[in-house]
């Protein structure tokens, strides 16, 4: 995909679409796209793996290997969502296997290039900080609703001994 | 001056009046006696029961909106609100109305252990219906968690029935793990009949390949469907209905466009004995089904 | 419509005037109308509602003396008959039974059969219905017949129920009908109206029906005399009254300010007891239960009251939803007073001061609202809507 047909496709990202337009361009000039089949690895858990990606289309699951019960699946993640953080945030290792499970495209772009990008620019880094920060905030509370278990079984015991309660 | 006649004023201009019957309704506490026709298990904890009225007359009468509601009484246990999942247009063909009910109290558990053949009392139709008029000529996004979606089945059904009055129709369905998928035996008749259907767990079990994440991500990431001309219903858990309907303005869908169908303690289904309230809405004859901008400022109040 | 309205339409009326001695032969002519009559008498060292069978079962020479958590009986120094306030009991426990059978279920042959309630209603004449009480009897019509759905019960009493009403002469000081516009004068609503002299009634009929039984008694045309103690009797009633309670957009002021502080500070006086709900005329929770024989295969199908003060009102599979205090009593207050509007168009108040009187520890509802008109939109702590 060229320069043009990247800034289109960051302009219409939820991610990236409320960036201005130099942002836009520095950020396509450092990115590729990449496609990869159902199936297909893109990083492993435990893994240094320096690309931050925007899903374009496809889903790709988030998986962590649980001794005793084997790679559980956390999450699916959809389009114009963001994967591989991990990078950007200059932390040491993947926290998660990402596996596609539909033929998928992405934009990557590797995080070594956009610090520098934030260093040199720190109006540029604090946007897309931002960014990246809304989008965690997004997944945590998607993890949180999760974690509520919503749809389980009855989390408290009604207090039934009363014989005036529990009508039905 | 002339005397009215007595103490309370039953003009045909006043409000009171002496009886249901003078709005066109039944008595509020009539029930009708109906027998329990199939069984259908659907989860561990979840059946499908198709109650056949005794009287066949009622039956004919009997009309359904989606998104209504019956009592359903078991006598010398109580009552309990379950709403109707069945094609409306199918029940007063077949004088039998599918309920899906879970197991979850005293009520709904002397449900679970009944058997074909048995009868029990039924009092309805009650409460405000799903507004199927906002849907035609727009694309319709139904959003179901867990058990949610039995409310909105009348929906689809009422939807694919005539798909021609409507835009692109999708479902985002989420449950706690794949083995608490609801009607998952219909999906495909619904995608070949025109609804986009989508479906994640909460929790993933070995061998699942669909979605695994909340229902709302779903929307999140939707999507064939123009903002603008959209109709969102909603039916689940409360804070998963709350967080639906944040996610729905975000992708720019107008809030009076949004529908959530809410649930609270009921025990006369009209009104009368307050237990419903929420705020000044009764969800029993106000709701259940609620345009979100009006309910939104009672429902995230905690305890209120 | 405000106090002193109606005087003026009340003067165009013929005015009767019933001496004490006539007003007894009412009773006779209501038995042979048929009426069971209700009315006040002394009982349990308060005077409260029951069957009446003869003109000495009235409160003849008894008053009472109430303030926030204070009720006492005491003796008159004359024999007025209705010169009290408002007790315990209201008019809705006959309109609304603490009790009734909905329906009964049968199984036949191993098949449900439903029966409705249909037992002939008792016919009352309630005796001594004050403007407050008129009042409320309106709201609880537009709660059980206004709205699509008539129950059944209540409807049955009520049409046919003769409401035989009485101007107040005095008031208790936790009276505040002046401030509901609900009184204390009678303005309508009413069969018969009584206002009672030092040597009999003057009366008018507000229905035909109350006109009717207005001819079968001994009554003389009211002189100027009677009008005018008639007047200042009535008067002594509105004289007497010290609360005030400020109205103004109390719907808005209540459902804007529902995280104000006040909702904790009145939960730290509130037992939850169900006192108010229960003495309130206007109050209308119930809850249905089952009564049933030891086969279960009789079945009653029962309405009782209930309170939403109590713990397990709003309970749903899982757990209440109004678990504290403070959120039960914040329902309480906004519904009576805010969303009743919304709900049926009147306040859910009518200004009788009941629930000043038997709170047990002497909430005042009136200084609820005041205090939170003092300092609105004044949340506490976190807004529910955040996400860290």
């Known amino acids: ?79 114009g969502e963001f994967l591989g953080w991990s990078g950007f945030l200059q932390q040491t290792a993947m926290t998660a296997t990402a596996v596609a499970t539909e033929d998928s495209k992405l934009v990557a772009t590797p ?52 014989p005036q309660l529990g009508r039905g | 001056m002339e005397l009215p006649r007595s103490n309370l004023d039953l003009s045909p201009g006043a409000a009171c009046r002496t009886n249901s019957l003078a709005n066109g309704l039944p008595g509020p506490w009539d029930v009708q006696t109906v027998s329990i026709g199939d069984i259908r298990p659907e989860l561990s904890d979840v059946a499908t029961y198709d109650l056949e009225f005794v009287d066949a007359e009622f039956a004919e009468r009997y009309e359904l909106q989606p998104g209504q509601f019956n009592m359903l009484y078991v006598p010398g246990v109580g009552e309990a609100a379950i709403s109707v999942s069945d094609d409306p247009l199918r029940i007063p063909r077949d004088g039998r109305i599918r309920h899906t009910i879970r197991s979850v109290g005293r009520v709904t558990g002397t449900i679970a252990d009944m058997q074909v053949g048995d009868t029990l009392g039924l009092r309805g139709p ?27 089945r009348p929906v689809i059904y009422s939807l694919l029935a005539q798909p021609e009055k409507f835009g692109r129709l999708h479902l985002l369905y989420g449950t706690r793990s794949p083995d608490s998928l609801v009607f998952d035996k219909e999906y495909d008749a619904w995608k070949k009949q025109g609804l986009r259907v989508q ?3 909460d929790r993933a079990t070995p061998g ?37 309907m944040l996610m729905a303005i975000e992708r720019g869908i107008p809030v009076e466009r949004l529908w959530l169908s809410m649930e609270r303690n009921m025990q006369c289904a009209v009104g009368f004995c307050g237990h419903c309230q929420l705020g000044p809405a009764f969800v029993c004859k106000d709701g259940p089904v609620f345009r979100y901008d009006y309910i939104s400022q009672f429902m995230n109040i905690g305890g209120l | 419509m405000a106090v002193g309205d109606r005087a003026d339409q009340a003067n165009e009326l013929p005015q009767s005037f019933l001496t004490k001695d006539a007003f007894r032969e009412l009773f006779g002519v209501l038995a042979a109308c048929g009426y069971t009559i209700v009315g006040p008498r002394v009982d349990q060292e308060a005077i409260v509602y029951g069957e009446l069978e003869s003109p000495d079962d009235l409160p003849i020479g ?61 016919r009352y004449a309630f005796l001594g219905v004050r403007a407050c009480e008129l009042a409320a009897i309106h709201v609880q019509d537009r709660v059980f017949m206004g709205d699509n759905y008539v129950d059944p019960i209540y409807a049955a009493r009520r049409t046919g129920a003769l409401l035989i009403a009485v101007n107040c002469t005095e008031a208790a000081p936790t009276c505040f009908c002046t401030s509901m516009n609900t009184g204390p004068r009678c303005s309508g ?62 719907r808005d002021l209540l459902l804007n300010n529902l995280d104000h502080h006040q909702w904790d500070d009145v939960a730290e006086r509130c037992l939850s007891c169900t006192n108010c709900t229960m003495v309130c ?16 295969e009789e079945v009653e199908h029962q309405r009782v009251w209930d309170s939403c003060f109590n713990f397990d009102f709003s309970y749903m599979h899982g757990g209440g939803i109004r678990g504290t205090i403070r959120s039960r009593y914040r329902q309480w207050l906004t519904h009576k007073l805010g969303s009743w509007i919304d709900q049926f168009g009147t306040s859910g108040c009518v200004g009788c001061g009941r629930c000043i009187t038997w709170c047990p520890v002497g909430i005042d509802l009136t200084q609820e609202v005041d205090a939170i008109r003092k300092s609105p939109k004044e949340p506490t702590g976190p807004q529910p809507d955040e996400t860290l």
Not at chain 1, 137 to 152: E, I, K, N, P, V
Not at chain 3, 100 to 119: C, H, I, M, P, V
Request: hydrophobic share 35%.
């Open chain 2, 199 to 201: 479906s994640t767990v």
């Open chain 1, 111 to 162: 995080t070594r290039q956009l610090n520098d990008l934030c260093e040199a620019n720190p109006s540029f880094g604090l946007q897309l900080t931002r960014r990246v920060a809304q989008a965690l905030s997004r997944r945590l509370l998607a993890t949180r609703l999760q974690l509520l278990d919503l749809f389980g079984d009855t989390p408290m015991a009604p207090p039934s001994n009363d």
């Open chain 3, 189 to 250: 609503g009413y069969d018969l109206v009584l206002t009672e002299l030092d040597d009999g009634y003057v009366l008018e009929a507000g229905t035909q029906v109350g006109a009717e039984i207005l001819s079968e008694l001994e009554t003389t045309t009211a002189t100027e005399t009677h009008l005018a103690s008639a007047e200042t009797a009535r008067q002594e009633a509105i004289d007497q009254i010290e609360r005030r309670f400020n109205t103004d957009d109390i």
């Open chain 1, 1 to 79: 995909m060229d320069d043009q047909a990247l800034k289109t496709t960051l302009r219409s990202l939820q991610f990236s679409a409320g960036f201005p337009g130099d942002v836009i361009r520095q950020l396509a000039a450092i990115s590729s796209t990449h496609e990869i089949d159902a199936g297909d690895t893109l990083f492993r858990e435990g893994d240094l793996h320096e690309k931050l990606y925007l899903l374009v289309s496809g889903k790709v699951a988030l998986k962590m290997l649980v001794p005793g019960r084997g790679e559980v699946c956390l999450l699916t993640v959809g389009l």
């Open chain 3, 281 to 296: 005329p206007t109050c209308f929770c119930s809850s249905v239960e089952q009564v049933s024989d030891l086969t279960v």
């Open chain 2, 126 to 152: 009650f409460g405000q219906a799903w507004p199927m008029e906002e849907c035609a000529d727009r694309d319709v996004i139904l959003v179901a968690g867990g058990l949610g979606l039995a409310p909105l």
């Open chain 3, 62 to 122: 008894w008053t009472d003396e109430q303030a926030p958590g204070e009720y006492r009986l005491k003796k008159r120094e004359d024999e007025k008959t209705f010169g009290f306030a408002v007790g315990p009991h209201s008019w809705k426990q006959f309109l609304f039974p603490p009790q009734s059978r909905l329906l009964t279920a049968n199984k036949e042959d191993g098949t449900w059969q439903f029966t409705n309630n249909d037992e002939p209603p008792p």
């Open chain 2, 208 to 244: 699942w390949r669909g979605d695994v994440g909340v229902v709302t991500s779903l929307l999140n990431t939707l999507r064939e469907f123009d903002p603008q001309n959209t109709t969102l219903f909603s039916c689940g858990p409360e804070i998963m209905m709350k967080f639906t």
